[in-house]
């Protein structure tokens, strides 16, 4: 996939993101610089003297401070969190400043000049800005130079390839997923996740017939070229949403829309570093796969590896190794061996980070080995689709005892799971009516509620871990009519589900 290609893929996103904002006539331009903590800014649309008052765009000036800002296209409002805390908010035409938050020494503050909008760009008063930020500002009129002064704050640890100028837009997700408060880390989690999870596999499939090609010629150059045409797409991607949330216009043609990508690449660290290598595996004597090494970020459910294998039995297939988190709080994270789909994933299991690993991973689903027998209750055929039951049972037992809700009795949840012949967890595709669950005697039936890609259903009960389950449940194939589909499991404790849903790379102990 070349530039031309993915410039081609991209010419409807241009509209999409396009954004209309009020304009006024450019004023005249003056050779007024600004300079902050000895760095001078550069910008976009050149700082322009309004009234005796030097305007600059809001985006670059409060992110080169350290806040984050946000813009309400509607109400023409921008809004905008520094890092030390409160809160400053503007509005286009409005003199009128107001400084930190409700009921919490809330300040208004009169301007000379209003903020406006100059050549599709923001334009907010910089002395102002700065001195609501902390700042201390300086003119120098000899040489035309704003002197901005302001003492650092305190941010969190950025990426592997992150800047710290740049304040995140969604700092609890930074902390959630590893990469903090770093607004250019948010930046290349964003692209890299869309890439991962939605740039990768849709083409992949989209250009089915193309990828198939390569990968039994064996030509690694064209699926490198193409895996960083996808790549470079996720990160277009990611760029424009950007400027469009920062109050900025997309540009007007795809020449336009690639330059400021060239651009914003690599301020925003998204170059073709992130692909390490891509190589073509021979997996079996009937499977070639191509392994794609990414930029290991440490980041979660982001990945370090990609598949794409192919044989004529199990057909076109892509994969993905994503770091997952720490579970247990003892440094030992999990990687889970995935498969990815336009539109859908699912995990298998968990298992190292490493290349070998990962591609014997590969190996066991592109395999042609028998499969597992299945009870004929266990399977049928919907939609001509033939459909295989898994199901599990299991009770809020940490190894310490059940937890008692009163009577002896326990939450108890049961998972059901339908899985194709190629292994694929197609659940989310079907519809589903009762579940009933028989102990001897006793009966436990209701409806099945999502949960995740699966189905759950949770009550109550007196059971015990090792007691047998008979569990029938119903399928609607898309007439309405049902199907019914059963099998008989052992009632596991929350322990055994979570070392299942772990794999055996991981060690489950309750401390």
């Not at 700065?130 to 120098?140: L, Q, R």
């Not at 190996?363 to 499969?371: E, L, P, Q, Y």
């Not at 049972?393 to 326990?410: K, L, Q, R």
């Not at 995740?452 to 047998?468: E, I, L, P, Q």
């Amino acid at each position: 996939m070349n530039k031309k290609f993915t410039k081609l893929l991209c010419s409807m996103m241009i509209l999409i993101f396009s954004v209309s904002l009020i304009t006024l006539p450019v004023m005249a331009e003056e050779n007024i610089k600004v300079v902050l903590n000895g760095t001078e800014l550069v910008f976009d649309v050149p700082p322009q003297l309004i009234n005796d008052r030097t305007m600059v765009p809001m985006r670059k000036i409060f992110e080169a401070l350290g806040a984050r800002v946000e813009w309400d296209e509607e109400n023409e409002i921008i809004s905008a969190y520094p890092n030390e805390g409160g809160k400053i908010v503007m509005q286009i035409g409005n003199n009128i400043i107001t400084v930190g938050v409700e009921d919490d020494n809330q300040q208004h503050i009169t301007l000379d000049v209003a903020p406006i909008i100059v050549d599709d760009r923001t334009l907010v008063p910089v002395r102002a800005v700065s001195e609501c930020m902390g700042a201390n500002v300086d003119w120098e009129d000899e040489t035309q130079t704003v002197i901005i002064t302001k003492k650092e704050q305190p941010v969190a640890t950025p990426g592997p390839t992150a800047s710290p100028t740049k304040p995140a837009r969604y700092p609890e997700e930074g902390e959630f997923n590893g990469y903090g408060n770093d607004g250019i880390a948010e930046l290349q989690y964003n692209a890299r996740y869309l890439f991962e999870q939605r740039k990768f596999p849709r083409t992949v499939f989209e250009y089915e017939k193309e990828t198939i090609e390569y990968i039994t010629t064996s030509n690694v150059s064209k699926m490198k070229e193409n895996i960083l045409g996808m790549w470079e797409l996720g990160a277009l991607d990611v760029i424009l949403n950007d400027l469009e949330l920062s109050g900025g216009k997309i540009p007007a043609t795809e020449d336009k829309v690639w330059e400021l990508v060239d651009e914003k690449r690599p301020e925003f660290g998204m170059g073709d570093e992130h692909i390490v290598d891509v190589t073509i595996e021979k997996i079996d004597a009937d499977t070639n796969a191509i392994i794609v090494k990414l930029l290991d970020t440490k980041w979660a459910m982001l990945s370090t590896y990609l598949g794409i294998a192919y044989n004529k039995t199990t057909g076109l297939k892509c994969f993905t190794l994503e770091r997952s988190y720490d579970l247990m709080g003892d440094g030992n994270v999990p990687y889970m061996f995935c498969f990815v789909e336009d539109g859908s994933r699912g995990s298998y299991h968990a298992t190292t980070n490493d290349k070998q690993a990962f591609i014997n991973a590969i190996k066991g689903v592109m395999s042609n080995s028998t499969a597992p027998a299945f009870s004929s209750d266990e399977i049928a055929v919907i939609d001509g689709v033939i459909c295989i039951l898994d199901a599990t049972v299991y009770i809020m037992d940490f190894g310490s005892g059940n937890v008692d809700f009163g009577g002896g009795t326990t939450p108890t949840t049961a998972i059901i799971s339908i899985y194709n012949q190629k292994g694929e967890n197609i659940t989310p595709t079907l519809s589903f009516g009762e579940i009933t669950l028989t102990k001897g005697n006793e009966t436990k039936s209701g409806d099945l509620e999502v949960d995740a890609d699966d189905r759950a259903y949770g009550f109550v009960s007196n059971w015990k871990a090792g007691d047998s389950i008979n569990v029938s449940v119903d399928v609607k194939d898309k007439a309405g009519k049902t199907v019914k589909m059963s099998t008989s499991v052992k009632v596991k404790t929350a322990v055994d589900r979570l070392q299942d849903l772990l794999g055996p790379g991981v060690t489950v102990e309750v401390m």
